[in-house]
């Protein structure tokens, strides 16, 4: 009996960069009133100014930090690495995803972006979370094609105290 290996293209995916507006749009504002305000001759002007400048500073930090973010999906596991001053990297093996689940906030929709969370039975990354992913972008039917295959070729079977 000869087995057929399958080989899988490995996919990279990045959020959406609208993520970062959808994630941030309440700071970005106040960030905005509060330069605006720092503009002025009013009595707080100058406190505003910085609070709106280390606002701005953070706001970098926090697209800088999406922009970097990088999904990757091979034939066995999903990774996620992400950080700017030091990179984390997460990753689940493909056999042990068990759930799914898609959700799109009201800005999500409007942009035609959605975020799909990964349930598994990892210890360390029991639920991961990717953000930014394009509507039209099937993810989820993409992992759940390689983790049923991936559960084939390696028969493993996990007790666990899942609820």
Do not use: W
């Not at 057929?4 to 106040?30: C, K, S, W, Y």
């Amino acid at each position: 009996m000869q087995q057929t290996v399958r080989r899988f293209n490995t996919i990279t995916l990045r959020p959406h960069p609208m993520q970062f507006v959808i994630d941030e749009l309440i700071l970005m504002v106040l960030c905005v009133c509060a330069l605006g305000y720092g503009g002025t001759d009013g009595d707080l002007s100058t406190e505003s100014m910085y609070v709106g400048l280390a606002m701005l500073v953070f706001l970098i930090y926090k697209y800088i930090k999406l922009r970097r973010t990088i999904y990757t999906i091979t034939g066995e596991q999903l990774k996620k690495a992400e950080g700017v001053f030091t990179r984390d990297e997460d990753y689940i093996e493909l056999y042990r995803v068990v759930d799914f689940a898609e959700r799109k906030n009201l800005l999500q929709q409007l942009f035609g972006i959605k975020t799909v969370t990964i349930m598994s039975g990892d210890r360390t990354t029991p639920k991961l979370s990717v953000q930014g992913v394009k509507d039209n972008t099937d993810l989820v039917t993409i992992i759940r094609e390689r983790v049923e295959y991936t559960k084939t070729q390696k028969p493993i079977y996990e007790i666990t105290n899942r609820y």
